[in-house]
């Protein structure tokens, strides 16, 4: 995990549609999929990019 506290909410931005969900970094560390209203399932190893790119946005 990145050095973002666990309870941190993180903007997850979908890569279809662009839709964002929070969730906290603990969750995100927690599930292996996260699935998009538009039906796209990001899985773990895409998740690593995303949360990435959500940490960046809080700077």
């Known amino acids: 995990m990145t050095d973002v506290n666990k309870l941190q909410t993180l903007k997850i931005v979908c890569p279809q ?3 964002k969900q929070l969730r906290t ?3 995100l560390s927690e599930h292996q ?3 998009c209203q538009c039906g ?3 899985h773990a190893c895409d ?3 995303l949360m990435v790119q959500a ?3 809080l700077k």
């Open 17 to 19: 549609c662009g839709k």
């Open 25 to 27: 970094a603990q969750w």
């Open 33 to 35: 999929l996260i699935e």
């Open 40 to 42: 796209t399932k990001t």
């Open 47 to 49: 998740l690593e990019q």
């Open 55 to 57: 940490v960046n946005d």
